[in-house]
Structure formats: structure tokens, C-alpha cells
């Protein structure tokens, strides 16, 4: 039976969701990367208590909130940081704007392993630096860095290495092997890695024998140690909205210019998302694993029905709660359009720099997620609709 606390959702339609008020009409939406589940409800209790006081007057980091993640961090990964690191930030997006104008000079390179969540693709160029984009490479059975391709794109104008960790949109794990071949050659090139792991707490089977999180600044490397860490438990416990995540920045150099790097853009972090993170840190645990255990369950629903559609093909994510879903064998021209034709809103391949490709959000009741599996099965084998 369907864990409740994942069964009955509140109807978001008209409430300025930007997932499901991006279509008028029954296309039901698999798109952006939130949950259509209510929050963990310690964190709600958080808030409720956070809003009866009352004053939402500017903030900085309360005292509780790096402590909070620094415990987080050492539960989960063993990874022990300096509180004093930690910087409360809007979002991982800003903070990965904000290191490309800080750690890169206007032209230089920073390196993406693509196909990636778009804003990779978009923010190096909006900060006047330039992408450099090295595909991941696949056997059909599972995602891994091309470490050839990836020494052969630096050049002397690299300065960056972002890493997408664990990776959206594949979902893939990247191991201790390839985060020490990438230390390494960030060590002789000179480069910076700036590793977004704010999926780091959706691994499917870490409680399983499967593939765990290996944080990249925990790595015992010179490399590791200069790394900037973007982190937030805005996937986990359904919480983007609120706007708090954290940055992990070794050099006391680049916490004291963080801000200025922001160009007076970014707002200070709000009051609510940091009780709300706080809240997620430290009591969020049960209601993550009970989470993880759904989410594995829908994986497997969504592999199952992918594999029994002539053309399409997905490698079962290791992480998140994307299924990433080959489209290129169907002959289908444009796969996104089919799916929207068949009332399903999923994210086009194409903003990943993969055309041929949809990702499918499965954080949704179990019921919904069958529907979605329905109308998947529907645009990709037209003649059997009613
Ligand atoms: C890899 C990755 N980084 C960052 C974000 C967004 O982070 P934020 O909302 O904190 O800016 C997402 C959202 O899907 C993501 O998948």
C-alpha cells in the first residue's frame, strides 16, 4: 500500500505552481523538478512556529544553520565541514552564477558534462564565460565521464569544472574513481570544481548495497579542498519555493567576496526558508527514507513501462527522481510534442542539449504516475488509442 504521507496532495492548479500552470487543459504535468507531495510535516512545524513569531525583518544566517548542515552532512556522507564555511544563499542556480563571476574572469572556460540541467548550459554564457561542453558517454546500461574527452577540452582559459553531482538528468551516481581522475586533473590544470549536489540526498539504494554519495570536497585532494560545494534541501523535502540553500566555500578570500561576486542581484535569504531548512537537517531523516523507498518503487513502474515501448529506452536513474527516457529509436520526430499531444507534460531533452530525449518527474501518487505511464504508452504507439 502507498505510504499516505505520498497518496493525498493538495491540488496546486492556480496556485502560481510553476509546474502545473504551464498548460491550460488535461496535459498533466511531469516537467519541473518538484514533488507534488506536502512537505515532511516536522518541517511544517517548523514554519508554523517560525511564522507565530511574528517579525520577518532582513536576515542573516541564523546561528542554527550552518551547525545544522554541517550534522546533516556528517550523518549522511561521514563528510565533516567547518561550519564556518557556509554561506545561506537564494538557490543552487545563484550560486552557481555567482562562482562563475567569482573563481572565472569574463571569457574564460568553464567545463559541463552534458547532457545537464539547463541552467549549466545558459548561466556560463550570461556571466560573458564561455561553455565548453563535454558529453557524458553511454553504454545503454549505465552514464560515465569520457576522462579522454574531458582532459582534451582544457585549455589554458579553463578555469572552472562544474559538476553535476549526483546528475540530473540521468540520474547517474558519479563514483570515487571519477571524482579523483577529475581532482586530478583540476590539480594540474589549475582548475576549480564547483560540484552541485543538491540531489545528494536522493541516492536510491545507499541503503541497499548500491551506489553512495561521495561528496567531492571530502575527497582527500588539493583539488578537493579548494572545491566549492552547492548544496539545499529544497529536492528532498519539497521546499524549492522557499528559496535557501548553501554554498561550502573553503577560502575565506572568496566567502568575503561572495556577495560583491552577486553584483547587489541577489536578496538575502528569507527567515522561512531557513527555518524550513533547519527543520529538514535535522529532524528530516525518517521522512527522507520513507521518501527514497517511494521513489524506488516508481522507478521501477517507470522502467517497466518504458521497456515495454517499442523505441524507447530510459537507464534506471541511481539518484533523483527524474527518469531520463531515450526516445531516438521510435522514429517519433519530435518526442516532446508527442507526449503534450498525449496530455503529458514532460521536460524536452532538447533545453538538456539532447534532443531525442523527455525526462519524466516521477514525485507524484503512485495513481498519477500509472496515469502519466498511460499517456506515455499513448504517444508513442498512436494506433492503439481509443
Ligand atoms: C542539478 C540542479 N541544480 C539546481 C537546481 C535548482 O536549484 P535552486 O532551486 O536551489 O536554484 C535543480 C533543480 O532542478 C537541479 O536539478
Redesign the pocket.
Request: aromatic residues 12%; contains cysteine.
Given at each position: 500500500m502507498t505510504d499516505p504521507a505520498f497518496a493525498d496532495c493538495p491540488d496546486r492548479r492556480g496556485t502560481g505552481s510553476e509546474k502545473w500552470d504551464r498548460w491550460p487543459g488535461d496535459i498533466l504535468p511531469v516537467w519541473?523538478?518538484d514533488m507534488d507531495f506536502r512537505t515532511d510535516p516536522a518541517v511544517l512545524e517548523a514554519l508554523h512556529r517560525r511564522v507565530d513569531h511574528g517579525v520577518f525583518g532582513y536576515t542573516a544566517d541564523p546561528p542554527g544553520f550552518a551547525p545544522s548542515l554541517a550534522g546533516h552532512l556528517e550523518r549522511r556522507f561521514g563528510w565533516v565541514i567547518d561550519p564556518g564555511h557556509v554561506i545561506g544563499i537564494?538557490?543552487?542556480?545563484?550560486?552557481?552564477a555567482v562562482a562563475a563571476r567569482l573563481l572565472a574572469a569574463a571569457d574564460d572556460e568553464i567545463i559541463s558534462f552534458t547532457p545537464v540541467?539547463p541552467?549549466?548550459l545558459t548561466l556560463p554564457g550570461r556571466a560573458g564565460r564561455r561553455l565548453v561542453r563535454v558529453p557524458l558517454a553511454s553504454d545503454g546500461h549505465g552514464w560515465t565521464i569520457d576522462h579522454d574527452a574531458l582532459a582534451a577540452a582544457v585549455s589554458l582559459r579553463t578555469r572552472l569544472v562544474w559538476l553535476?553531482h549526483p546528475h540530473?538528468p540521468t540520474g547517474t551516481v558519479f563514483g570515487a574513481a571519477d571524482l579523483v581522475a577529475i581532482a586530478d586533473l583540476a590539480e594540474r590544470h589549475g582548475l576549480t570544481v564547483v560540484s552541485?549536489e543538491?540531489?545528494s540526498d536522493l541516492l536510491l539504494d545507499d541503503d541497499a548495497g548500491g551506489p553512495v554519495h561521495v561528496p567531492f570536497a571530502s575527497l582527500d585532494h588539493p583539488a578537493a579542498r579548494r572545491a566549492v560545494t552547492?548544496v539545499?534541501p529544497?529536492?528532498t523535502w519539497n521546499i524549492?519555493g522557499l528559496?535557501c540553500?548553501a554554498a561550502i566555500v573553503p577560502h575565506a578570500a572568496w566567502r568575503h567576496g561572495w556577495r560583491a561576486a552577486s553584483g547587489g542581484l541577489l536578496p538575502m535569504v528569507n527567515p522561512l526558508g531557513y527555518a524550513a531548512a533547519e527543520a529538514a537537517w535535522n529532524h528530516g531523516e525518517p521522512w527522507r527514507r520513507r521518501l527514497v523507498h517511494l521513489l524506488r518503487d516508481h522507478r521501477r513502474r517507470v522502467v517497466e513501462a518504458v521497456a515495454g515501448i517499442p523505441g524507447l529506452s530510459c537507464i534506471p536513474p541511481q539518484a533523483?527522481y527524474l527518469a531520463w527516457i531515450d526516445c531516438r529509436g521510435s522514429g517519433v520526430a519530435d518526442p516532446q510534442a508527442a507526449c503534450e499531444a498525449a496530455g503529458l507534460g514532460t521536460s524536452d531533452g532538447r533545453e538538456f542539449g539532447a534532443p531525442g530525449f523527455v525526462r519524466l518527474n516521477m514525485a507524484c501518487p503512485t495513481e498519477r504516475l500509472e496515469e502519466a505511464l498511460h499517456r506515455l504508452r499513448r504517444a508513442f504507439t498512436p494506433e492503439k488509442q481509443a
Open positions: 519541473v523538478a537564494t538557490g543552487v542556480v545563484s550560486g552557481l540541467y541552467p549549466f553535476c540530473n552541485d543538491i540531489w552547492l539545499a529544497s529536492k524549492a528559496c540553500a533523483t
